[in-house]
C-alpha cells in the first residue's frame, strides 16, 4: 500500500554488507549511513524474511539487528494503514446494520455504498461516495474516529486504489457474513 518506502539507517555503511549480509537491490550510501528503496510491501516484506531466516544462533550480527529493526518498522506502517482500513470497514458496516431501517434498505445502501466506493478514484470522491450513499442513516462523521482519511487522501505516500481495494475487500466480507 505504501508506495516507495525509502528506509534511512544512521550508522549502517555499504561495507558494512558482505557475503553473511543481504544487500538490498536498491541501497545507496548517505551522509550518516544508507538508504534503502522498496517499490512495494512485497518486496520489503521479503528483504524482512531473508533478514531474519539467515542462520545467526552462533552471533548476533548487530548491523543486521539494526536493519531487520527499521525494516520492520516500515511494516509495521503498511500494518497500521490495513489496520486503519479494516477498522473503517467495520465502523461504516455498524453504522449501516445499527441504523434505525429496514433491513432490506440497509442492505440496499451497503450495496449501493460498496458501488460508490468502486467508481471513486480520488479519496475525495471516495469520502463524497460514502457521505452520499449513508446520508439518510445520520452523520456518518460523528462515528468516524479512525485515521482511515489520513491515508486515502495521501496519495503521495500511498496507494489509492490498493487502499480503496483493501475497503472494497473488507466491506465485501462483511455484507457476504450477512448472507452466509
Not at 552462533?58 to 518498522?73: G, R, S
Not at 457521505?131 to 482519511?149: H, P, Q, V
Request: charged share 30%; proline share 1%.
Amino acid at each position: 500500500m505504501i508506495k516507495d518506502i525509502i528506509i534511512e539507517i544512521e550508522g549502517v555503511h555499504l561495507t558494512d554488507f558482505n557475503t553473511k549480509l543481504v544487500q538490498a537491490p536498491y541501497t545507496e550510501a548517505t551522509e550518516n549511513g544508507i538508504s534503502i528503496m522498496f517499490t512495494g510491501v512485497e518486496e520489503l516484506k521479503s528483504y524482512h524474511n531473508s533478514l531474519v531466516s539467515q542462520d545467526d544462533a552462533e552471533q548476533p550480527d548487530e548491523i543486521k539487528t539494526k536493519i531487520a529493526a527499521a525494516v520492520k518498522k516500515a511494516l509495521r506502517r503498511n500494518e497500521t494503514a490495513l489496520d486503519a482500513i479494516r477498522t473503517y470497514a467495520e465502523s461504516l458496516f455498524s453504522f449501516i446494520f445499527n441504523a434505525d431501517a429496514h433491513r432490506k434498505d440497509r442492505l440496499m445502501i451497503l450495496d449501493t455504498l460498496i458501488a460508490d466506493v468502486q467508481d471513486s478514484n480520488s479519496g475525495l470522491e471516495l469520502q463524497k461516495a460514502i457521505i452520499d450513499a449513508t446520508f439518510e442513516l445520520g452523520d456518518l462523521s460523528k462515528n468516524d474516529k479512525s485515521k482511515f482519511y489520513d491515508y486515502a487522501h495521501n496519495e503521495m505516500d500511498y496507494y489509492f486504489d490498493k487502499i480503496k481495494a483493501e475497503l472494497l475487500k473488507e466491506l465485501t466480507d462483511l455484507r457476504s457474513g450477512l448472507l452466509g
